[in-house]
């Protein structure tokens, strides 16, 4: 009987030892696997659906228009949204949401077409990075959709933040090619005239 036992582990231990390589292998694929399933469980768990939601609106008086930011959710991501009216309409408001609803794709993919965004002096010092704000503002990045003056934005920023000057600035953008170039606009004081779509 001890015998048998004694015959019968040397049989295990000469397989294990045989064919440990191929057993180290197995053993790390299902803990890789296990991990992987763990992470899609928990993606799923949390993941958030697809959504538009109205997060305020800023009124740009002696310009009589309207900005209305919007949080948007796309592919387990989010993004700020800034759509422009020139009167409080909801008509004119759902039909932008539901041209970006159609093109979400294309115009989410123009957000990335700078890295980086500052209104300078004129020596080139940055007094205020607006890269996240300027951003918001992709629906009006690519020609064909609708037009949005600079104007607008830099009023934008002026609300939101009191007391941003753009008097004899410039804006600075880096743009998302291999260089990484810079393009510098004059703003001419308040950017009247210069359009989105013609600038990144």
């Not at 009589?64 to 919007?70: D, M």
């Not at 115009?107 to 077409?113: G, Y």
């Amino acid at each position: 009987m001890l015998y048998n036992w004694a015959f019968w582990s040397m049989g295990v231990g000469m397989v294990v030892y045989y064919f440990r390589d191929r057993l180290k292998r197995m053993l790390l694929s299902g803990v890789i696997t296990g991990l992987k399933m763990s992470v899609l469980y928990y993606n799923h768990l949390t993941k958030k659906g697809d959504s538009i939601n109205p997060n305020g609106v800023v009124y740009i008086e002696d310009k009589k228009i309207i900005i209305h930011e919007y949080d948007i959710v796309y592919n387990n991501k989010s993004h700020k949204m800034c759509f422009i009216s020139e009167k409080y309409d909801s008509e004119v408001v759902n039909t932008k949401l539901v041209l970006f609803n159609d093109n979400k794709e294309d115009i989410l993919a123009q957000r990335h077409k700078f890295v980086y965004c500052s209104i300078i002096n004129k020596d080139r010092e940055c007094l205020k990075d607006i890269t996240d704000e300027m951003r918001a503002f992709m629906f009006y990045f690519k020609k064909g959709y609708y037009v949005c003056n600079v104007e607008y934005v830099l009023k934008y920023l002026q609300s939101k933040y009191n007391g941003l000057k753009v008097k004899d600035c410039n804006l600075l953008f880096v743009l998302n090619d291999d260089e990484f170039t810079e393009k510098v606009i004059e703003l001419d004081n308040t950017g009247e005239g210069i359009l989105l779509h013609t600038i990144i």
